[in-house]
């Protein structure tokens, strides 16, 4: 869990300087935790998939719809 924030905080900071193996490798994660954690990031909407530059993935903007909670 601590590795899963610390990459998206990184991923959020870097802003498509990176690819998202090379940032993975900043943290000192293989390829494969990596890429488990950009699955879970994906599963739970604060990522999404699209070129960012040298990035495959960016920060999804705060969502601008209503929700129960926002009501």
Request: hydrophobic share 25%.
């Amino acid at each position: 869990m601590e590795n899963k924030n610390r990459y998206y905080l990184l991923l959020k900071k870097d802003n498509g300087q990176h690819n998202e193996i090379e940032l993975g490798e900043k943290l000192g994660l293989d390829e494969d935790e990596t890429s488990e954690i950009i699955s879970q990031l994906l599963l739970e909407h604060r990522i999404q998939y699209k070129q960012n530059r040298f990035c495959e993935y960016k920060i999804m903007g705060k969502s601008k719809h209503k929700t129960k909670s926002n009501i």
